[in-house]
């Protein structure tokens, strides 16, 4: 039994749904036989979530999609001042959440054949964001 | 310390959420005094979650609601080519998450009162879901 | 390799989303170096989530797009016996989720510099939420 601890930051992404699955595997040298990756981003205006790896236009529909469900500009919001795609990312954030967890078995991600990690960038200019990925083993 | 993990499949269900509590924990044979449950669907068109156990009423708006907040033949969605319950289905599987944990106390799962564990079936036939649950202990 | 668990009660809050970083740190002495927190709330019309940490407008817009995304009074809704605010606080719960997993560093949590711990109060009157905490190190 061990935990292992790593922090790293991911390249700039412009808003948008971005698969990751790659780039954070690559982060994790000799997963466990048998464990939890714990993946964390230390943000609130960006996410972490699990979903179809697959086909690009999906990723354009949760765009549009994420964009009904917390339009920007409305009149009533009151956290105005950093910009108008911001009060929408943290509401975003809060939907997608910001930590997911994935079984590890047999040394690798146990993610179902359509399943790959994404990156939620909610801001237009969302920079580098800072990642911490915890393996439970 | 230990980890335990099984991989199992669910029976078919139909479109909606159905409480499963007793499938999983029936699933899992002698869990340890203290530890955490982590349960994983490994799938982009169906959710996990836990919410209230008793009334079926409550199922019926909550596919209610989330047919509400994910609505089929948007004429805006791109991904359209696997049905007209395929993409409402990524969307809702991103709002409920595909992975809760649940604290292990004194040999139980220590859900509250009210607390079920829901499958939420998000697709018209989603057939056999697959489900990896990890004991951490 | 351990694992600890405890269980409190919070304070009771009015409905709205309020910071409770500190209370929660207040009920863990000695984080270990490594590790990680999940926190779990045994409620399914309250959640947890995290979010920015700093200006007050934020919360009152979260409380804000919450009633929006699931509003009271919809006449479809069937579970309605326990009162108007209850069964939108069943859908918010599922949208924020009840349980949150945050990395421990150097014996601290390893939040970013604008994240804190929320509880998301769903209900009128939620009277003392139930939590229950376990570090895995």
Known sequence: MAIQQISFKLPEY???FHLITNEVINQ??????TGI???????TSAGLCINENADPTLRTDLE????????????NYLHIYEGADDMPA????????N??????TNGK???GTWQGI???????SGGNRKMVATVIS
């Open 118 to 124: 994404y990156l939620c960038e909610f801001r237009n």
């Open 37 to 43: 990756l714990h993946l964390f981003i230390q943000h």
């Open 14 to 16: 412009k808003r948008g």
């Open 99 to 104: 930590q997911i967890s994935i079984p590890i």
């Open 90 to 97: 943290h509401i975003k954030s809060i939907i997608t959440g």
């Open 109 to 111: 991600l146990k993610l």
């Open 28 to 33: 994790l040298s000799n997963l466990p036989q």
């Open 64 to 75: 549009y999609v994420f964009n009904k469900l917390a339009p920007e500009n409305d009149p």
